[in-house]
């Protein structure tokens, strides 16, 4: 009695102490839930993939995409009481310690599937004391997961050679297949392989490899798992002898989806493949002859999804490895919508109003158009459509420099405004003078496109839309997408409303100063595209404008995406209301002075009647003649091209004066300076 209750004690205290071990020491399961990044489009189709931090390719196993067959040869070759036994099988010990008594030497194995997923997770020297740890881990794992886990362990682990580990990994490197894609012999020899991986592999030691497929397949025969035709004929097929490589489409977004995700394995992206593929050769074919870069986003409106991202068109181009889709740079023009959009929303003007358009001073700061031409007082849709300067800057004035930031900023946009002395430098930012990404500008046109409404880019298909800001009215933004359809087409584009099946594209370009990026933002009902092209050390590339290099782009872009609404009939803008007819606050009925421009400085070679003179051009709404004074001294048009020349005779300070017929004058102050 005494002697049965020193037994029941004994055993008490074992499963004790065993028990308090497996507290306090529990199984390195977070190693074994550490895989590689596989990143997919919208549909599972492979993307990029990722290595873990020791460079090792260890793609989790989905036991749903396993071919059934090869789970049950792997379990009828390495461990037929997988099902049965608690992570050791005593059978298969006492058979062991039989043949090691019998013949000297080990020669038949006893470790179960889950005693070699622990060898996997915690490498040991092969001695007996390892492998009493490794017994006693295994019944740790089988306590812990069921045995559907511990096979998907197993076949993530599982060693195939060099730094490749698991089943997915290894049926993509040496066949080009999914796991549930396997042949007689290709189940063969991923049994195979990892029974000695390094010596096995077919990439190396094609031999080798085949042989022991073979052996395997022998086993397979005996144990009535394939029949002798599929023997011979699995025989017959090679092995590969040759390593895949794992896709890296879209690397650029996968890394930055993979930064996003909230844990290792498979996430399936936003993007879809067939439209990643296609802009990107679209992006390869337009840089194929250039030594700049480029950068392209493709933005499903409605749901805000990332459907294609380039953020370079290659490794080996200048810059190749930066995504330029995340990088600040000056955005040119791009933003001049948004200005009158708000103008619009403010009820300061309407796509009718007027606007002058003539060389103007804020201050300190004085724009001017791009090709340093005027055309006096013009519509505001005729400024936006053919992109001048001076009337967006004079819009920008009214709506306000810190209400124009403030509304960006609500959106999400990180602007880089640069320090300024004072408010009117502000107003550069008109023209490009501050920092946006690529991205940021996305999400301010697809909030054009979705009624004024801004949202947050997605980039996971099971991304969930969650801020919003209304930036402008759907009003304005309405008023501002038909302004962008009319916008003059690139040269080789027909204008949608004389094609056929063709997408409405709203868009705008813009260049910054010193032609360092040029840039072309649309969209339709259905997508917003974002194109960017430049050098990414912002070296200036003279003479590349956004509507001449990044528009073609942004055209064959949209070229290449579905669902195109039908043709959109060209719609002529209605004048605006009687409250918003001029926009400034200028009378109609001023003459506008062109040139010069008050303030200015002229620079004459030659002075008196054998100089060239100055042509003096102005505009007067009324349309009644115009007569010109200097100092009070009228001037006489000349006979034959009507235009008056004005020919200073000596330097200095000049009033320059312009009177219509109803005698409405407009005055210039001007410096005339002999050229040195």
Known sequence: MKLLRQVKWGFLIVMGTLLLVNILFPPPLERAYDTSTLVTDRDGQWLSAFTVDDGRWRLKADMDEVDPRFVVALIAIEDKRFYRHSGVDPLAVIRAVRSWRRQGEIVSGASTLTMQLVRQLEPRPRTFKSKIIESFRAVQLELRLSKREILSLYLTHTPYGGNVEGITAATHVYFDKRPDQLTDGDIALLIALPQAPENRRPDRHVENAQKARDMVLDKLLTANLITERQLSEAKEDGVPSMRKTFPQQG???????????????????????????????????????????????????????????????????????????NSIRSPGSTLKPFIYGFAFDDGLSAPGSFILDAPTRFGSYQPENFNRRYHGDVRVYE??????????????????????????????????????????????????????????????????????????????????????????????????????????????????????????????????????????????????????????????????????????????????????????????????????????????????????????????????????????????????????????????????????????????????????????????????????
């Open 251 to 325: 690397w650029l977004a996968a890394h930055k989806i993979k930064s996003k995700a909230q844990k290792s394995g498979r996430v399936v992206s936003s993007l879809d493949a067939e439209f990643q593929q296609e802009v990107q050769r679209l992006a390869a074919q337009f840089t194929e002859n250039l030594d700049s870069n480029v950068a392209v986003m493709v933005i499903e409106n409605e749901t805000m999804k990332v459907r294609a991202h380039i953020g370079s068109a290659g490794r080996d181009r200048p810059g190749g490895w930066i995504d330029m889709t």
């Open 383 to 676: 400024a936006l459509a053919h992109s001048l300067n001076v009337p967006a800057v004079l819009a920008l004035d009214k709506v306000g420099t810190k209400r124009f930031e403030a509304a960006l900023q609500l959106t999400g946009s990180n602007l880089v405004v640069p320090n300024r002395g004072n408010g009117e430098a502000g107003l550069a930012i008109a023209l490009g003078g501050l920092g946006l990404k690529p991205q940021d500008l996305a999400v301010l046109y697809a909030a054009l496109a979705n009624g004024g409404k801004a949202r947050d880019l997605l980039w996971l298909e099971d991304g969930q839309l969650e801020n919003s800001y209304q930036m402008l009215s759907a009003d304005s933004a309405e008023k501002i997408t038909k302004i962008l359809r009319q916008a003059p087409t690139p040269d080789g584009h027909v204008p949608h409303w004389l094609a056929q099946n063709a997408h409405a594209i709203a868009y705008k370009t813009g260049t910054s100063y010193g032609f360092r990026d040029a840039w072309a933002a649309g969209y339709t009902d259905k997508w917003t595209v974002i194109v960017w092209t430049g050098r990414p050390d912002g070296s200036t590339r003279v003479g590349k404008t956004g509507r001449g290099v990044a528009a073609p782009l942004l055209f064959d872009v949209f070229a290449s995406l579905p669902d195109t609404k039908g043709n959109i009939s060209f719609e002529r803008m209605a004048e605006a209301p009687r409250g918003v007819k001029a926009f400034g606050g200028k009378p109609d009925t001023m003459p506008v002075l062109l040139f010069p421009p008050d303030g200015a400085e002229l620079a004459v070679e030659t002075f008196g009647a054998d100089g060239h003179g100055l042509t003096l051009t102005a505009r007067s709404p009324e349309r009644s003649k115009l007569a010109w004074y200097v100092d009070g001294r009228k001037l006489s048009p000349r006979i034959l091209s009507g235009q008056t020349v004005w020919q200073p005779e000596k330097p200095g300070f000049y009033k320059i004066s312009v009177v219509d017929g109803q005698g409405a004058t407009t005055n210039s102050n001007v410096r005339v300076m002999a050229v040195q």
